[in-house]
């Protein structure tokens, strides 16, 4: 997904914009550029693909010293291929601009543009602001034409825009699309996200939709709702760990105690930020992610139901956003997003909120726009998570739905005291399995070498290990580029099943504590149409061709979070194996902030 950084300042601009776009690497990208304006010339350098052709065009460019501004981006194709002219800056005659987001009413600005006299270089909806920007100048002072500019477009934006008109200044706009300003020794910074920043700013500003205007070397100090910045690099780095997502994997035991402090206790669970009148009165859910997120709202659904007796909808995002809304009195809205700018999901939030439901976040970057915008949140606490596939968020994710409906089965009083005492004990158990013990790794290594060329896996499980079966699909094609389904066992024999032979790969749930026997019928039924198959379970079974044993657990909660372990790791080796670039795999972006 596209990024932005900008910076103005007597540092060396190039290294520190440079250093941001790499930061936002893991977010994926297809091109990049940068522009720097010193002594009144701009110098604009762009490159297809990784940020190492960028930089070698850059190599010969000496930033003199003194006084400048510059911006950069990192470009994710919508509008136009990922070309060289298609890469941000977009430059007229003398600004550029770098621009995330979507502006939905480009062609017609474009048209009326072109017959004023204004040539197009690229495919991009982007262009048109500068060229509208150049043009209201002919009019307007550079400030005024800046606010013309914006007042012009429709869609979803954060822009930062410098022009040789104004060589001190760079100008900013926010709407529907993450930016933030930061102050630190060096100078001013910008950036779309947190992790360009850390290690350069002191204070920060994360702007507001509607947010607009003209930085010059003063001005952060005007800016309303200055926090201060701690964000830890180390917390940014891989810790020896051969991918971040190996790394993410690991710290899962820690990050998710985190994730419970000051919530769970031997007495059960309760929510400090948010007040208990919130819940009176609730009665239906609707859970509403996209992705791994929505994965865990499928398992949030069974816990919600059996744990607090609260009917659950389960929406795909945007599937919702389109769909026929049925509003409800005495509901609840749950948005679920480990980045908090899933354009879908925001989108859907908005949309809840027309219907005045009460909307909860679960998420795990404060300050985003989802959680900005919710009544309240819960903070998943797992820190950045770099690997575009999503392994710690998922758990928190899950912890946070769990301890939800311990904590509403007791204020509705479906769960008594002993109850929720035990979930709590059962919580804490399942955080400890997610401990990676190095013999399970080095299994999981050997194993994976036998499940590089099928013709396709099928990850099948019960109840919340269906959901869980649907996750470990979605890990294992995202990185691997492996065909991969989750279904419910049950459901294989209704059509699915056809598929089975030898070169097909089921990789099975079996749970000792949910429907044990039921899931080795299933599992038979596979085995005798001669599908090979790998049993994640704490029993050996007959009918498996390799086992994936995992610990004897005490509720069918530490085996589902043991389980997971097996499959983030399965998938994490298998792609290895077949020499994929684990941290950005194809075609996929960490934040997904266009529809
Ligand atoms: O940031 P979000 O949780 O809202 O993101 C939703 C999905 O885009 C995300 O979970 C995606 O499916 C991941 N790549 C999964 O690994």
Redesign the pocket.
């Given at each position: 997904m596209c990024g932005i950084v900008g910076y103005m300042g007597k540092s060396n601009a190039k290294e520190i914009l440079l250093n941001g776009l790499k930061e936002l690497e893991y977010r994926g990208y297809d091109s990049a550029g940068i522009a720097i304006l010193q002594q009144d010339t701009l110098h604009t350098f762009k490159a297809v693909g990784k940020l190492e052709n960028l930089e070698s065009k850059i190599k010969d460019f000496e930033v003199s010293s003194g006084f400048c501004i510059g911006i950069g981006h990192t470009r994710w194709a919508t509008h136009g291929k990922p070309t060289e002219a298609n890469a941000h800056p977009h430059t007229a005659e003398f600004s550029n601009v770098v621009h995330n987001g979507i502006i939905e009413n480009y062609q017609e600005i474009k048209e009326e543009l072109i017959i004023l006299g204004h040539h197009f270089l690229s495919q991009t909806d982007t262009e048109v602001i500068v060229h509208l920007f150049e043009e209201n100048l002919k009019k307007l002072d550079p400030q005024e034409a800046f606010y013309a500019t914006i007042n012009r477009i429709k869609g979803a934006y954060a822009i930062l825009l410098v022009s040789k008109i104004a060589p001190n200044k760079i100008f900013y706009a926010k709407n529907g699309s993450p930016l933030i300003i930061a102050k630190g020794s060096g100078g001013i910074y910008f950036a779309s996200s947190d992790s360009p920043l850390v290690g350069l700013a002191s204070q920060v500003v994360y702007l507001e939709d509607g947010d607009m205007g003209v930085m010059d070397i003063e001005g952060f100090d005007l800016l309303k709702n200055i926090q201060n910045f701690s964000v830890n690099k180390t917390l940014a780095q891989k810790d020896g760990f051969r991918y971040f997502m190996e790394k993410e994997i690991y710290e899962q035991h820690s990050v998710l105690l985190e994730t419970i402090m000051g919530r769970v206790s031997e007495n059960g669970v309760i929510f400090d930020e948010i007040d208990q009148s919130f819940f009176l009165g609730i009665r239906s859910i609707t859970l509403c992610?996209?992705?791994?997120?929505?994965?865990a709202g499928m398992v949030g659904k069974y816990l919600l139901e059996r744990l607090a007796k609260i009917r659950v909808n389960v929406v795909i995002?945007s599937e919702f956003r389109y769909g026929g809304f049925v509003s409800q009195e005495d509901e609840l809205f749950i948005?679920?997003?480990?980045?908090?700018?899933?354009a879908?999901?925001l989108e859907a939030l908005k949309l809840a909120k027309e219907y005045n439901q009460k909307s909860l976040a679960i998420?795990?970057?404060d300050n985003s726009s989802?959680v900005r915008l919710s009544d309240c949140a819960i903070l998943t606490r797992v820190g950045l998570e770099k690997?575009?596939?999503?392994?710690k968020?998922?758990a928190s994710?899950v912890l946070v739905l769990w301890m939800l409906a311990v904590y509403m089965g007791r204020t509705y009083g479906h769960l008594d005291e002993r109850e929720a005492k035990l979930q709590s004990s059962d919580m804490l158990s399942a955080i400890r399995a997610t401990k990676v013990e190095s013999k399970f790794h080095e299994r999981i290594k050997r194993l994976s070498k036998r499940y590089l060329h099928g013709h396709g896996f099928f990850f099948i499980g019960r109840d919340v290990f269906y959901p869980l079966a649907l996750?470990g699909a979605?890990?294992l094609k995202?990185i691997s580029y492996l065909h991969a389904e989750g279904y419910p066992s049950g459901e294989m024999k209704h059509g699915p099943i056809a598929l089975a032979d030898s070169n097909l790969f089921t990789i099975a749930l079996l749970s000792e504590h949910l429907l044990y026997d039921k899931m080795q019928s299933n599992i038979a039924e596979l085995s005798a149409r001669d599908a090979t198959i790998c049993v994640i379970g704490s029993k050996e079974c007959e009918s498996a061709d390799d086992m994936i044993i995992i610990p004897q657990a005490k509720s069918y909660m530490e085996e589902f979070f043991s389980m997971m372990l097996g499959l983030q790791l399965l998938s994490l080796e298998v792609a290895i194996r077949l020499g994929n670039d684990v941290d950005m795999?194809r075609n996929?972006?960490?934040?997904?902030t266009v529809e």
């Open positions: 992610a996209c992705g791994t997120s929505y994965h995002a948005s679920i997003s480990q980045s908090g700018e899933t879908d999901t998420c795990n970057v989802i690997g575009v596939a999503s392994t968020a998922f994710q996750e979605l890990k995202e795999p996929l972006a960490k934040s997904v």
